[in-house]
């Protein structure tokens, strides 16, 4: 089955610095790569979220690129705030059985701290 | 629009007994998922239903189940607990076809 490895488990940056956030998988048929944020007391939110078809996708602050060839994903936040403050998950799928349907499988997270 | 809903939020329980919980998914969408997140594990998946059937299943026991009703509402059912079946439970649901999933804010279980 599908292996994402994700580092760094924490990662501590001063306010208007940059957070960048690498996760490997080893599945070469995955071809959905979908980042979340959880903040404390709360579920993961998707915050952006890849295809297989594109190497990387902004949204404002926020941008992940990726590397087909060699595995890996990654996200970028530039400028960053400290609400930005929370567990970041990445996650890699592909769709089973060539269907519709998706079994994503979850990076250990990363906790990142902004210090104002 | 309403996000996911998960019944009840927090609980206690002791091994052995055996425990429900229940998800309300976002209006519209038919398939909902079910995570077990730990602090040493990380989120793990359960399984999988849509349209009443479960579609995928995760590495658990079977003490583990779940099922789905026509209205898309979802429970999962754990008997015999254990001391290490402690963790926060996560639903998710998602528009069919998309694999974005959207997350409910979990159901917090402790076994004691």
């Known amino acids: 089955g599908e292996n994402v490895e994700q580092h760094p488990s924490t990662l501590s940056v001063q306010e208007g610095d940059s957070a960048v956030i690498k996760c490997t998988y080893s599945?070469?048929?995955?071809?959905?790569f979908p980042w979340y944020k959880q903040e404390l007391g709360k579920g993961p939110q998707l915050i952006i979220d890849?295809?297989?078809?594109?190497g990387e996708k902004k949204d404002q602050r926020i941008a992940v690129t990726l590397n087909k060839t060699a595995k890996h994903f990654s996200l970028h936040i530039t400028e960053t705030q400290p609400e930005d403050s929370a567990v970041y998950f990445c996650?890699?799928?592909?769709?089973?059985?060539?269907?519709?349907?998706?079994?994503?499988?979850f990076g250990k997270g990363t906790l990142l701290t902004v210090n104002p | 629009k309403a996000g996911v809903t998960q019944t009840p939020r927090y609980l206690i329980k002791t091994r052995g007994q055996q425990v429900t919980l229940s998800c309300s998914p976002i209006s519209g969408h038919r398939s909902v998922s079910w995570y077990q997140q730990t602090p040493g594990q990380g989120l793990q998946f359960l399984f999988e239903y849509f349209s009443e059937t479960q579609r995928n299943k995760g590495n658990f026991p079977g003490r583990f189940s779940g099922r789905q009703f026509s209205n898309s509402r979802s429970e999962m059912n754990v008997s015999t607990l254990e001391l290490g079946d402690s963790a926060l439970y996560l639903c998710?649901?998602?528009?069919?076809?998309?694999?974005?999933?959207?997350f409910g804010e979990g159901s917090r279980l402790t076994v004691l």
């Open positions: 890849i295809r297989s078809n594109v």
């Open positions: 998710a649901s998602s528009p069919e076809g998309t694999g974005e999933l959207f």
């Open positions: 599945d070469s048929a995955s071809n959905y």
């Open positions: 996650a890699a799928s592909s769709t089973v059985s060539g269907g519709s349907n998706y079994k994503l499988t």
